[in-house]
C-alpha cells in the first residue's frame, strides 16, 4: 500500500524554465511534508517542508503548495538549472514521529 | 559541525551471514532512523531509535535490529542476509519531535550474494 505517490517516474525541462514535480498522499493523518534531493551514489539532501497549516511555502527558487483537500503537493523550481538534476523525493510523516513515509522519486534532467 | 556518516560505503556478503552497519548522527541530534533503499524504489523506513531504545519500527522482520549508543551513534544489524536484503542502508539523524528536517548520510551499498 503505497501511501506517498510519486506517478512520474522521469521529467525534463529546459534550462530557465520551470520543473513541476507533483506528489500525491492517502493518508489523511499525515500533516508534515519535505521534499529531497539525490544526486547518485550521496544521500538525500532535504530541499523544503511545508506544514499542513499552510498551502504555500517558498525557498529561493524552490516552492512547495500543498492541497490537502485533493492529498498533493508539488514542488516548483523556478528558474531550472542543469544542477538541479536530480532524483527527487516526497516524504510525508504524522504527528510528532520522524518517521517518513517516501515516495517512488521522480528523476529530473535539466538541459541547455 | 559535522554531518552525518556511514560504514562502510560498500560491503559484499553472502547469504545467511550476518552484517552491521554503523551510523555516527549529526551533532545536536538525538534521533537516528534507518531506511532501506531497494533500487528503483524511495526509502523504507526501518526503524527509528530514541534514547537508546527502539522507538517505531516498519515492516521489516526481527532479523533487523539496531543500536543506538550514549554519544547518539547507531549500528544496524541484519542476521540471516537473504539475496532481496541487496539494497542501499540509508542512516537519518534528527531531533526528536523537533520537526525538522532528517539529515542523511551517504548510505551503505549492501550485495547480497
Known amino acids: 500500500d503505497q501511501q506517498v505517490k510519486q506517478n512520474s517516474p522521469s521529467l525534463s525541462v529546459q534550462e530557465g524554465r520551470i520543473s513541476i514535480l507533483n506528489c500525491d498522499y492517502t493518508?489523511?493523518?499525515?500533516?508534515?511534508f519535505l521534499w529531497y534531493k539525490k544526486y547518485p551514489a550521496e544521500g538525500p539532501t532535504f530541499l523544503i517542508s511545508?506544514?499542513?497549516?499552510?498551502d504555500k511555502n517558498e525557498d529561493g527558487r524552490f516552492t512547495v503548495f500543498l492541497n490537502k483537500s485533493a492529498k498533493h503537493l508539488s514542488l516548483h523550481i523556478v528558474p531550472s538549472q542543469p544542477g538541479d538534476s536530480a532524483v527527487y523525493f516526497c516524504?510525508?510523516?504524522?504527528?510528532?514521529?520522524?518517521?517518513?513515509?517516501f515516495g517512488t522519486g521522480t528523476r529530473l534532467q535539466v538541459f541547455p | 559541525e559535522t554531518g552525518v556518516t556511514q560504514s562502510p560505503t560498500h560491503l559484499i556478503k553472502t547469504r545467511g551471514q550476518q552484517v552491521t552497519l554503523r551510523c555516527s548522527s549529526q551533532?545536536?541530534?538525538?534521533?537516528v532512523s534507518w531506511y532501506q533503499q531497494a533500487l528503483g524504489q524511495g526509502p523504507q523506513f526501518i526503524f527509528q531509535?530514541?534514547?537508546?531504545?527502539?522507538?517505531g519500527r516498519g515492516n521489516f522482520p526481527p532479523r533487523f535490529s539496531g543500536l543506538q549508543f550514549p554519544n547518539y551513534s547507531s549500528e544496524l544489524n541484519v542476521n540471516a542476509l537473504e539475496l532481496d536484503d541487496s539494497a542501499l542502508y540509508l542512516c537519518?539523524?534528527?531531533?526528536?519531535?523537533?520537526?525538522?528536517?532528517?539529515?542523511f548520510g551517504q548510505g551503505t551499498r549492501l550485495t547480497v550474494v
Open positions: 531509535y530514541y534514547r537508546e531504545e527502539e522507538n
Open positions: 493518508n489523511s493523518m499525515f500533516d508534515y
Open positions: 511545508i506544514s499542513s497549516i499552510k
Open positions: 516524504a510525508a510523516s504524522e504527528g510528532n514521529t520522524d518517521k517518513l513515509i
Open positions: 537519518a539523524s534528527s531531533f526528536f519531535g523537533g520537526r525538522t528536517e532528517a539529515f
Open positions: 551533532s545536536g541530534h538525538n534521533t
